[in-house]
């Protein structure tokens, strides 16, 4: 039987050629010089996955009025009907429905770039700005309505298929549908509902038969007087006349991590709540870390939705529904939002840690040998190999992985087992012979790709890579963290879940202050809180020495000591030495100790560069 | 005339007074390429009659990118921008050279997704990568680079180069591994540069003086430096601090007297024959005719200062008084740290020299036709001031009320705390502005209807807003009834900062340095979160270590019991603890306070009765306002 994933569904008065559904997120792809509008970058950034089976893809979020300015390179509907048309037009051949994103960031925006305040619902701060916003007056709401309603008939007018309505995480309204953020006293507080209503009866209006979606938060997770499933039930029962297609989603401004958390939760955690809040003839859509097409296909084949959205899973894996459709592989997201999460304000442009930017690869039948399979040398010998090269791979270990193998035993990081075994069935299938247990000697001459990782750097303590892949002595354990990432979070938790008595050591204000990126900062502080890990900021070690660890503040100079039978320097490893030659590419963490995105990215570039 | 309204030669050139506008970033630039405001932002500062303006830096590598708006000086098409640059600044009779430099270590490979190059593999403090330790080869690439952007430099007609070799620097970063390949990179950076600039070209060096830590460079190595290279340059440049590991001795906050690196230049210039220039929190002209009369410095440099007014420099050697920076960092430092524009609490067009919107805050008058109106500001704080000067500045017959017997609003309460006081420097300077310009202030003058009037600012502020949870109990204040002095804790004092900013922990120190047992409590993962990117947390710790402040975070206060006694939750862990108290003083937002006023004339609204936000948002609503009057 087909795979229900790749066929068609009615979508309102359209028909979507398969059930998977590509989110609007936050891109920076925009060009500097217009950087509220949709740039060729954004085309092709959707044309990819329309064109790798994409049943519906929703274009970035756009303000529907210029008072909501987000983040830098926020599009503004007004500035979006050329880009729309774009889109529209670049991802017609495949039948794909285009949908444009509107939205309105309420208290969630930013007061950066109008300079002007915040407008919500109440004067209630938002958690992460904690900027107080400015009551939205009645004429300030019917200008929202009118937004909506100007910037749906815009879009439909060049040619997408219909539009999204933004009522999920970052959304003006959500905000009044919430209790947390709406206590007005007038109509629009009695009935919170009712701003939601009057923008879809608007937008309804402005696009006839085309296709209206509607993003909304259906748990906040503060019960206490959030949005519950129970609460939006209704909601939806009240609009379901008029919409065509319904994406529930989780999260509120207290918990903005939990809409597209990283591998801590569970995929298909909306599952239950989806099932819930099916309502006739509006077609649901599964949402929330959807990234295995057997999860995808359990979920349509049970009926628990009609589509599912497969974001992330699409920014791994562009094809994801023709490979599907072929019996095929699908390169898998591996939830570490890493790469993908970019609502931030140094507008990183989106990227995946696992799928590296493709390059223009030459036809070419040389040999090559590939030192190391890690990731960087699993992307290089693997790209080789659809090139045409005679690949040769080896590896000092006695399985490929290289630390991927480690990392992936770690909490919230099981997925990267699924990443290496990808590869090795990727290999498999290419044909590439793979020498495990074998220190190669890297040749004067020939083709090399050398990714043999970083070595460890000298310091007062265990390694990391070392105590994360060894364990560590008995007693008491002090992790020193300079870098900040999951890592050491990851062992902390580990060790205390074994029940070890563990603290980290960390020279900034916070702990794991990398995991911000990944949406994973508070949910980590609370795990490492609960496991009962002590968290030393602001501090680094200074001495080692009879059962304890000697703490410095970095401010204040104050010492402070910590029972310690191990320390653990999690501090980076360092490339080793290598002579360059001509023919030898090196890549991923034998240039530098990075993360596995820039060795997949490397070992993929270094393709290129041997065959060109 | 001081010293500070003296000419000066600067190898080939002659800088017509010795104040400076020293790079410093500005996040204007638009695809790595000079933006029109940068033109804009250099113009009205020579117009201001700044001596010399140096660029922000010019970057002479593609691949050296450690925050997105950093220019890239090796594009040829930077050429029209520097041509509009020069064109600006030299319009009113001052020079313009451009800082050109190379981050090193100190870098990101977030948009460049490569790796990044240093002088070693040690990983940055702040970016925390592994740097790819640069060969000799990678080196001589970048003498390449640094000769490359000069003559792109030159090109554009700017009158020469500074080399940035300190804050961010790979230069900084050899010097300070005491890398063999430190100097000898060095002579051949200023050699290919001059050779590119050629003998009209003004050349200078910025070294640096004190990295702030053990074991880093220190005033005795700039001297070193500067001594090593004087016979190839025209000036030396001074700094202190690194720009990703002690930035706070970079751009200090209010707490830190003007001069406090004077040692640097100093030391300097008593080692060189080529002028010096000292910079270090010198923001009022008393200060900068203090540093080149002193002979700390030949020239001085006046960053935040021409920020806040941008014609420091006129006023300055004429006379006149200026608008003063404040030193709180908001707009100009912790914007800038977050990717945006640069701008200024104190001056609203500031970072928007460029745009249209902001002729309404920088035009003499924005009246041209319309006859002026009979304007009542009711309301004395930041935002009533500035609405009052500005009106008034168009010529329009203003009436300022304030409810209290003394002008600032929640502004001169602030001030209150330590290391707080130039906040009262703005108060003080609107107020002056005011009453030279004819405003009419009426202290003690509570509002109730309005007549005889054409229009209304409302500027009355908003009101503290305790927690429900307060309960109405007598010993749960608000801060500002600590700093007003209507309440005096004493004891075990626990301040509740449901807020971000300076409230909670100028409170907490006020009380400790009283003799009370203080402790600050928050929800957040931080206390006081906002005085990290404004670089007061550094000496708020140390302050707070001094006194003997505890601090809890990740806690939220449920409820207060008689006796006083909180339920506290650890909301990470769920854990509700009892928390006896003598007081709890509660900072956090405060409600719009919006009186009623009985009036058939427009009201407007602006600053915290609109919506509670900062310093900045009131100057510049209420600055803004005049435009409506225009239409009135």
């Given at each position: ?8 569904i009615?979508?309102?008065?359209r028909a ?5 559904l ?9 060009d500097?010089h217009h ?5 060729d ?7 990819a ?13 756009a303000?529907v ?25 670049a991802c017609?051949?495949?039948g794909t429905l285009?949908?444009a994103?509107?939205?309105?960031a ?9 300079r002007?305040?915040?407008w ?8 992460a700005?904690?900027?107080?916003p400015?009551?939205?007056p009645?004429s ?7 937004g909506f309603?100007?910037g749906?008939a815009?879009?439909?007018e ?9 009522a ?8 009044f549908?919430s209790?947390l953020t709406n ?6 507080g009695?009935?919170?509902?009712l701003?939601l209503v ?9 696009i006839g038969?085309?296709v209206?979606?509607?993003?909304l ?9 959030g ?16 919409v065509?297609?319904v994406v ?13 958390p ?9 599952r ?6 099916r ?6 859509v ?35 529904v023709?490979?599907?459709r ?20 140094r507008?990183p442009?989106?990227?995946?840690t ?5 390059v ?16 960087a ?7 080789l190999a ?17 630390l991927?193998?480690?990392?992936a ?16 069935a990727?290999?498999a299938e290419?044909?590439v012979?793979?020498?495990?247990g074998?220190?190669a ?8 790709v050398?990714a ?7 310091g ?21 963290d ?13 060790l ?6 563990v ?12 995991l911000a990126?990944t949406?994973?900062?508070?949910d980590a ?5 609960r496991?009962?890990v ?9 001495g080692?020495?009879e059962?304890?660890?000697t703490?410095?503040?970095?401010v ?12 653990v320097d999690a501090?980076p490893?360092r490339a080793p030495a ?13 240039v ?6 820039e ?7 270094a ?6 | 005339?001081?010293?500070?309204g ?9 800088v017509r ?24 932002y ?5 117009a ?5 303006v ?5 970057s002479?590598d ?7 708006k950093?220019v ?15 064109d ?19 870098s ?7 790796p ?10 702040m ?13 001589a690439?970048l ?17 020469g180069v500074?080399?940035?070799?300190s804050?961010a620097?790979l ?18 950076v200023l050699?290919?540069?001059?050779s590119a ?6 050349l200078?060096?910025?070294v ?12 005795s ?21 690194v720009?990703?590991r ?28 080529v002028?010096?220039l000292g910079v270090?929190?010198f ?8 540093a ?9 440099g ?11 420099a006129?006023?300055?050697?004429r ?31 500031a ?9 309404g ?8 036709t ?5 304007v009542l500001?009711?309301?004395?704080g ?10 008034a ?9 304030e409810?209290?017997d003394?002008?600032?609003g ?13 906040l009262a420097n703005l108060?003080?300077?609107l ?6 310009l004819g405003v ?10 309005v007549?005889?009037?054409d ?14 949870w ?25 301040v ?7 409230a ?20 957040a ?8 990117p404004?670089l007061?947390?550094?000496?708020w710790?140390r ?12 806690r939220v206060?449920l409820a ?5 006694v909180?339920d ?14 003598d ?14 006023l ?18 900045d948002?009131?100057?510049r ?6 435009e ?5």
């Amino acid at each position: 039987m087909p795979p229900v994933l790749g066929q068609e569904i009615a979508v309102g008065r359209r028909a979507a050629p398969s059930r998977v559904l590509f989110g609007p997120h936050v891109t920076h792809l925009a060009d500097p010089h217009h950087p509220r509008a949709l740039s060729d970058d954004h085309v092709a950034h959707l044309r990819a996955r329309a064109a790798g089976g994409a049943g519906v893809v929703v274009t970035e979020v756009a303000s529907v009025v210029a008072a909501d300015h987000p983040y830098e390179d926020a599009p503004l509907a007004a500035s979006c009907p050329a880009g729309w048309a774009a889109v529209a037009d670049a991802c017609r051949p495949f039948g794909t429905l285009v949908l444009a994103g509107l939205g309105h960031a309420g208290g969630q925006g930013s007061s950066a770039y109008t300079r002007g305040p915040l407008w919500a619902p109440s004067a209630v701060p938002d958690p992460a700005s904690g900027e107080v916003p400015a009551v939205l007056p009645a004429s300030g709401i019917a200008e929202v309505v009118a937004g909506f309603a100007a910037g749906a008939a815009a879009a439909l007018e060049v040619g997408c298929d219909g539009v999204e309505v933004q009522a999920g995480q970052h959304a003006l309204l959500r905000q009044f549908l919430s209790g947390l953020t709406n206590h007005r006293d007038d109509a629009y507080g009695t009935d919170r509902a009712l701003l939601l209503v009057e923008v879809l009866t608007a937008v309804r209006a402005a696009i006839g038969p085309g296709v209206l979606g509607l993003r909304l938060t259906v748990d906040e997770l503060a019960p206490w007087a959030g949005i519950t499933p129970a609460s939006a039930r209704p909601v939806l029962e009240r609009v379901a006349g008029l919409v065509d297609l319904v994406v529930p989603v989780r999260g509120s401004a207290l918990t903005v991590g939990a809409t597209r958390p990283d591998g801590h939760t569970a995929p298909g955690f909306l599952r239950d709540a989806c099932r819930s809040l099916r309502v006739p003839g509006v077609a649901t859509v599964l949402a929330g870390s959807v990234v295995d097409p057997s999860l995808a296909e359990d979920v349509l084949a049970s009926g628990d939705a009609d589509l599912v959205e497969m974001t992330r899973a699409q920014l791994a894996d562009p094809d994801l529904v023709e490979r599907v459709r072929a019996g095929r592989r699908v390169r898998p997201c591996v939830l570490t939002n890493q790469q993908c999460r970019v609502r931030e304000v140094r507008n990183p442009r989106i990227g995946c840690t696992v799928a590296p930017p493709p390059v223009l690869l030459p036809r070419g039948d040389a040999p090559v040998l590939v030192v190391g399979a890690g990731p960087a040398g699993l992307e290089a010998a693997r790209t080789l190999a659809l090139a045409g090269a005679a690949v040769r791979l080896v590896e000092r270990a006695d399985a490929v992985g290289g630390l991927l193998r480690d990392v992936a035993g770690l909490p919230g990081r099981a997925r990267f087992a699924d990443l290496v075994a990808w590869y090795r069935a990727e290999l498999a299938e290419l044909g590439v012979g793979v020498e495990l247990g074998a220190a190669a000697e890297v040749p004067s001459d020939g083709l090399v790709v050398l990714a043999t990782g970083g070595v460890d750097r000298p310091g007062r303590g265990v390694p990391i890579a070392a105590a994360v892949r060894d364990g560590v002595a008995p007693g008491p354990v002090v992790i020193e963290d300079p870098v900040g990432d999951g890592a050491a979070v990851a062992l902390a938790e580990r060790l205390a879940g074994e029940g070890r008595e563990v603290a980290v050591v960390a020279p900034g204000v916070l702990v794991g202050p990398g995991l911000a990126r990944t949406g994973d900062l508070v949910d980590a502080q609370a795990r490492l809180a609960r496991a009962g890990v002590r968290r030393v900021t602001e501090a680094s070690v200074v001495g080692f020495a009879e059962g304890a660890v000697t703490v410095a503040d970095v401010v204040t100079g104050g010492l402070s000591s910590w029972p310690a039978a191990v320390l653990v320097d999690a501090a980076p490893r360092r490339a080793p030495a290598v002579a360059a030659r001509p023919g030898l590419v090196v890549v991923g963490d034998a240039v530098a100790p990075r993360t596995v995105a820039e060795a997949v990215r490397e070992g993929h570039a270094a393709a290129r560069e041997l065959l060109a | 005339m001081s010293v500070l309204g003296e000419p000066l030669r600067l190898g080939p050139r002659v800088v017509r007074n010795r104040i400076v506008f020293p790079a410093h970033l500005t996040n204007a630039a638009v695809a790595r390429r000079p933006s029109a405001q940068h033109a804009a932002y250099y113009g009205a500062r020579a117009a201001g009659g700044v001596g010399m303006v140096i660029t922000e830096e010019q970057s002479v590598d593609p691949a050296d990118r450690p925050y997105e708006k950093l220019v890239d000086g090796t594009d040829p098409a930077v050429v029209p921008g520097y041509r509009a640059i020069a064109d600006a600044v030299h319009a009113h009779g001052a020079l313009v050279l451009a800082q050109l430099g190379h981050n090193g270590g100190q870098s990101s490979s977030l948009y460049s997704r490569a790796p990044v190059d240093g002088a070693d593999d040690e990983p940055d403090p702040m970016f925390r990568e592994v740097p790819r330790p640069l060969s000799d080869a990678g080196l001589a690439r970048l003498v390449d680079g640094f000769g490359l952007v000069a003559e792109h430099v030159v090109a554009g007609g700017l009158d020469g180069v500074e080399i940035q070799c300190s804050q961010a620097s790979l230069i900084r970063q050899l010097f300070s591994a005491r890398s063999s390949r430190a100097l000898p990179f060095l002579v051949a950076v200023l050699r290919a540069v001059r050779s590119a600039v050629g003998p009209d070209g003004v050349l200078g060096v910025r070294v640096q003086g004190d990295e702030g830590f053990a074991g880093g460079l220190a005033t005795s190595d700039a001297v070193a430096v500067a001594v090593a290279v004087e016979t190839l340059v025209d000036y030396v440049n001074t700094a202190v601090g690194v720009a990703t590991r002690t930035l706070p001795l970079i751009e200090p906050p209010m707490g830190v007297p003007a001069g406090y690196a004077a040692h640097v230049p100093s030391a300097v210039r008593a080692a060189v024959s080529v002028p010096v220039l000292g910079v270090g929190r010198f923001t009022t002209p008393e200060q900068a005719r203090e540093a080149v009369a002193s002979g700390s410095c030949d020239l001085v440099g006046v960053v935040r200062g021409q920020i806040a007014d941008p014609g420091f420099a006129t006023k300055a050697l004429r006379g006149g008084r200026v608008r003063r920076c404040i030193g709180c960092n908001q707009e100009c430092i912790a914007r800038v740290g977050l990717n945006q524009r640069l701008g200024c609490a104190v001056n609203p067009a500031a970072g928007r020299e460029s745009s249209v919107a902001a002729n309404g805050y920088l035009a003499a008058s924005t009246r041209t036709t319309s006859p002026f109106a009979r304007v009542l500001v009711v309301g004395g704080g930041p935002a009533g001031l500035a609405a009052a000067v500005a009106a008034a500045r168009d010529g329009h017959a203003v009436t300022l009320a304030e409810r209290r017997d003394v002008l600032g609003g929640q502004l001169a309460i602030a001030s209150r705390g330590p290391e707080r006081r130039e906040l009262a420097n703005l108060v003080a300077d609107l107020a002056h502005e005011a009453r030279d310009l004819g405003v009419v202030v009426r202290l003690r003058t509570p509002v109730e209807d309005v007549h005889g009037i054409d229009a209304v600012v409302l500027a009355t502020g908003a009101r503290p807003a305790l927690p429900a949870w307060a309960g109405g109990h007598a010993r749960v204040v608000d801060v500002t009834e600590v700093l007003t002095g209507r309440v005096a804790p004493s004891g075990r004092v626990l301040v509740v900062d449901e807020g971000r900013g300076h409230a909670a922990t100028s409170t907490a120190e006020l009380l400790a340095r009283r003799g009370a047992s203080v402790a600050t409590l928050t929800p957040a993962l931080v206390v006081a979160g906002d005085l990290a990117p404004t670089l007061d947390r550094e000496r708020w710790r140390r302050r707070a270590a001094e006194v003997g402040i505890a601090e809890y975070t990740d806690r939220v206060v449920l409820a207060a019991h008689d006796g006083l006694v909180l339920d506290v939750l650890h909301h990470l862990t769920g854990e509700v603890t009892p928390w006896p108290a003598d007081w709890v003083v509660h900072a956090g937002p405060p409600t719009p306070h919006v009186p009623e006023l009985v009036t058939d004339v427009p009201v407007f609204r602006v600053g915290d009765c609109l919506a509670p936000r900062g310093i900045d948002a009131a100057v510049r609503e209420g600055t803004a306002v005049r435009e409506r009057f225009s239409r009135l």
